[in-house]
């Protein structure tokens, strides 16, 4: 099982966006990505860290993971408690669960921001 910190980062909301994720596995670090999107909302960057944790996830064989993100809505739309109605968030809902289908266990959690500063820093440092 490993614990995957994610966070999406738009100045402007559309605006420059960026992604961070913070991977670990038994106190150690197993994987980050920091990345900047181009143009977009801090909703298409929260779903995009998501499916970047997911992928990378994938690629390394770890199939049993614990996704923690600070955006509330995108962990209710993901678990099913909020539907997803933005026409530009429903692909993107699409394929997370897509690619979570491929996973032995998966669980998402929202945590508050301040115990997600380590994918908020990768996220800070693509827009950079």
């Known amino acids: 099982?490993?614990?995957?910190?994610?966070?999406?980062?738009?100045?402007?909301n559309p605006g420059p966006a960026s992604i961070g994720v913070?991977?670990?596995?038994d106190g150690k670090?197993?994987?980050t990505i920091s990345e900047a999107l181009g143009n977009g909302t801090n909703n298409f960057a929260e779903w995009t860290s998501l499916i970047q944790a997911l992928k990378k996830s994938i690629e390394n064989k770890?199939?049993?993971?614990e996704i923690f993100m600070d955006s509330e809505l995108v962990v209710r739309q993901f678990n099913g408690v909020y539907k997803t109605k933005h026409p530009d968030l429903?692909?993107?809902?699409?394929?997370?669960?897509k690619l979570a289908a491929q996973f032995h266990s998966i669980k998402l959690t929202h945590i508050p921001r301040e115990?997600?500063?380590?994918?908020d820093t990768l996220a800070?440092?693509?827009?950079q």
Do not use: H, T
């Open 1 to 12: 099982m490993i614990s995957i910190y994610c966070d999406g980062a738009s100045k402007g």
């Open 22 to 25: 913070y991977a670990v596995q």
């Open 29 to 31: 670090e197993v994987f």
């Open 62 to 65: 770890f199939l049993d993971v």
């Open 90 to 97: 429903i692909p993107l809902k699409q394929e997370a669960m």
């Open 115 to 119: 115990k997600n500063k380590n994918a």
């Open 124 to 127: 800070n440092k693509a827009l």
